[in-house]
C-alpha cells in the first residue's frame, strides 16, 4: 500500500469517525470489560444494551467497517449500495443486505475480505442477525406479564414424574398446558423471603424476574437468558402445598403436617414453577427407543447437549448435576429428533467472576451425583488456599453422557470411578459410532482438565461434523473465503428458509434450530480452532 494511499484512508476514516462518534454524555460512565455486557438473548461479546455509550461507538465502528468494505466495489452502483447498506444496518438493524453483498463478493472471487478482523466481523454481522432472529422467537414463547399468581388459578392434572427434590404435574394455566413444578420444602421457613432464599439456584433459568415488591433478594440473582436446550421456565411463585390425590402415596415426607399427621415432615408453603411440558427425559427415552435411534439423530442430540453446557459457561454458570434423568426430551414433531433441554437446576454454581470457587471447608456443596462429577472436583480437598475450577466440570460429565446417547451403560455408574480410571481403560464406543465422535467422547474424559477441550469447543467440533464439507474434516484445510462463504450458506437457510420452520424444508426443526445456536455464536477464530483440533487430534490420520 502506498503511503498516499493510507494517508488518504486515515483521513477518510477519521474523518467518519469524528462525524459520527457522539461526546459521552456528563456521568456516563463506561465500564471496560473482558466481555462486553450480554443482553437479554445472550448475544454477548460484542452488545451492549441500547442507549448505552458502548453501543454508540459499537455502531460507529460497526459503520466504519461496512465503509471500509463498500468503498473497494469499484462499479457505478458502489455509491448506492453503500448508502443503502449502511441505512439497513444501522437504521433498520437489519443485517441480511448487507450478509447478502459479502455473500455475492465472496462468490465472486473479488477478495473484498483480505484480513482476519475481517471476517470476524462478518461473523459479528452473523451473530447479530441470528440473534435479532432468536429474539422475536422467544418473544412468542414467553409468557405475557401475570399478576398474582396461586396454586387455586392453576388447574392440576396428571402426576408426571418426582424427584428427590420436586415433582412435578400436568397443568392448565389459561387455557394453555404446562407443567407444574412443586419443590419440597423440609427446611424453609413458610414465607417468600425465606423459600426463595433457599431455591434461589432453581430459577436460573426463569424467563419472567420476580416481582421486585415480592422479594429484594433475586435482585442479586443472575438469570439465565433464555436458549433452546435449556428448560422454559415461565414464572414462580410461593404458595400453600395442596391436597392432590394420591400425594400421600407418591410423596408422603414431603407433605406438611396438617396434610400428613402421621408422617408429613414438610413446610405449610413451598415454591412452584410453572414450565413448558416435556414429554420425556433423556434416560426413558433412550431405553423406550434405542434399537430405532439413527446415528444421525445420537449425533443431534448430542450436540444439543454441548451446546446447553456451553451456553451454561458463557454466562458463568456449571450446572453441577448433569445426568439423563436431568435433561429433557421434546417430542411434539413426529418422526424427528427431539429437542434437548437441560433441567434441574438446584445443585448449580454461578458466579460473575468466573467458574472457580473458594473450597476452604469440607461443609461446601461440590454439586450433585457425586459418581459423575470432574475427577478435579471429586479429588478436591478442602483447605485455607484450595479452589475447585468448574470451567470444564460439565464438559467431563456430558462425555460420561454420551456413552448412553451412543447405546451404552455409563461406565461411571458400573466398574468406573472419577478418582482413579485410565482413559484408554474405559469401554470403547460401538465401531458404528463416528471416529470423530468417539475420539472426541475420549478427550472430553480426559482426567487432566488441560487436556480437555471446552464445551464450546466440543460443540463447534460436533456442528462442523453434521454441517461442514466432510473433506474439511479429514485434512483438506479449507481457505478463510471458504469458510465464510459457508457460514453465509447457513445464515442463509436460517434467516431464509428456516425462519418458520415450517412447510417443505429440507432439515427438520431441531436441524435448523441446532444451526442456529452455533451461529448465535458463530466467531471465525473459534471456527478455525475447532477445524484445526479436529485435523490435529480427532483424525491423526485419514479414515477409511
Known amino acids: 500500500m ?53 453501543q454508540t461507538y459499537f455502531q460507529n465502528a460497526r459503520k466504519l467497517f461496512v465503509n ?40 465472486s472471487g473479488t477478495g473484498i475480505l483480505t484480513k482476519e478482523d475481517e471476517f470476524e466481523g462478518v461473523c459479528w454481522e452473523i451473530r447479530h442477525a441470528v440473534n435479532n432472529m432468536f429474539d422475536k422467537l422467544v ?43 412443586m419443590m419440597f420444602n423440609y427446611s424453609a421457613a413458610s414465607n417468600s423471603h425465606a423459600i426463595l432464599k433457599a431455591m434461589s439456584k432453581e430459577l436460573l433459568p426463569l424467563r419472567k424476574p420476580l416481582r421486585l415488591n ?46 400428613n399427621p402421621t408422617g408429613g415432615y414438610g413446610r405449610n408453603m413451598s415454591l412452584f414453577i410453572l414450565m413448558k411440558k416435556y414429554n420425556t427425559d433423556l434416560r426413558n427415552y433412550l431405553r423406550e427407543r434405542c434399537a430405532q435411534l439413527s446415528m444421525h ?6 450436540t444439543q447437549l454441548l451446546e446447553g453446557v456451553t451456553h451454561l459457561n458463557m454466562h458463568r454458570t456449571a450446572h453441577r448435576d448433569l445426568k439423563s434423568d436431568n435433561i429433557l426430551l421434546d417430542c411434539s414433531e413426529d418422526n424427528t429428533c427431539p429437542q434437548l433441554v437441560i433441567t434441574d437446576f438446584g445443585s448449580s454454581y454461578t458466579n460473575k467472576s468466573g467458574l472457580s470457587m473458594q473450597y476452604s471447608s469440607a461443609d461446601i456443596e461440590l454439586g450433585g451425583n457425586v459418581a459423575l462429577m470432574a475427577p478435579e472436583v471429586a479429588l478436591a480437598t478442602p483447605g485455607l488456599f484450595s479452589f475447585v475450577n468448574y470451567s470444564k466440570s460439565d464438559a467431563w460429565t456430558a462425555g460420561t453422557v454420551a456413552y448412553e446417547i451412543f447405546g451404552h451403560d455409563n461406565p461411571f455408574y458400573q466398574s468406573a470411578r472419577n478418582t482413579d480410571y ?45 454441517w461442514a464439507p466432510k473433506h474439511w474434516l479429514y485434512g483438506a484445510t479449507p481457505s478463510h473465503n471458504e469458510i465464510m462463504q459457508w457460514l453465509l450458506t447457513l445464515t442463509t437457510k436460517v434467516l431464509c428458509t428456516g425462519v418458520s420452520y415450517g412447510g417443505h424444508v429440507r432439515r427438520t426443526f431441531v436441524e435448523y434450530q441446532l444451526i442456529s445456536t452455533f451461529l448465535k455464536r458463530a466467531e471465525f477464530r473459534l471456527i478455525t480452532n475447532a477445524l484445526q483440533y479436529i485435523q490435529r487430534v480427532l483424525t491423526p490420520k485419514p479414515l477409511v
Open 422 to 466: 485410565e482413559v484408554n481403560a474405559l469401554p470403547q464406543l460401538n465401531t458404528n459410532v463416528p471416529e470423530v465422535m468417539r475420539r472426541l467422547v475420549a478427550k472430553l474424559l480426559e482426567n487432566d482438565p488441560s487436556d480437555r477441550p471446552s464445551a464450546e469447543l466440543a460443540a463447534t467440533v460436533c456442528q462442523l461434523y453434521l
Open 2 to 54: 502506498s503511503l498516499r494511499t493510507l494517508l488518504f484512508r486515515f483521513y477518510h476514516n477519521g474523518k467518519l469517525l469524528v462525524r459520527y462518534i457522539k461526546p459521552l454524555q456528563p456521568g456516563h460512565k463506561i465500564e471496560f470489560l473482558t466481555q462486553p455486557p450480554a443482553t437479554s438473548s445472550g448475544q454477548g461479546r460484542l452488545s451492549a444494551p441500547a442507549g448505552h455509550p458502548i
Open 68 to 107: 471500509s468494505l463498500l468503498n473497494r466495489v469499484t462499479n457505478s452502483m458502489a455509491s448506492d449500495l453503500r448508502r443503502k447498506t449502511i441505512q439497513q444496518l444501522l437504521y433498520k438493524d437489519n443485517s441480511k443486505p448487507f450478509l447478502a453483498f459479502v455473500g455475492v463478493s465472496l462468490a
Open 139 to 181: 418473544q412468542v414463547e414467553t409468557l405475557p406479564d401475570v399478576d398474582d399468581v396461586k396454586v387455586d388459578d392453576i388447574q392440576i392434572g396428571k402426576f408426571i414424574a418426582k424427584g428427590t427434590n420436586a415433582v412435578v404435574y400436568e397443568a392448565t394455566f389459561r387455557g394453555v398446558e404446562y407443567a407444574l413444578k
Open 297 to 302: 439423530e445420537r449425533v443431534l442430540l448430542f
Open 214 to 259: 415480592e422479594d429484594m433478594l433475586m435482585n442479586s440473582v443472575e438469570n439465565l437468558p433464555p436458549h433452546p436446550n435449556v428448560v422454559v421456565m415461565h414464572f414462580a411463585f410461593t404458595d400453600f402445598v395442596p391436597s392432590i390425590p394420591d400425594s400421600s402415596l407418591i410423596y408422603p415426607s414431603a407433605l406438611p403436617a396438617r396434610l
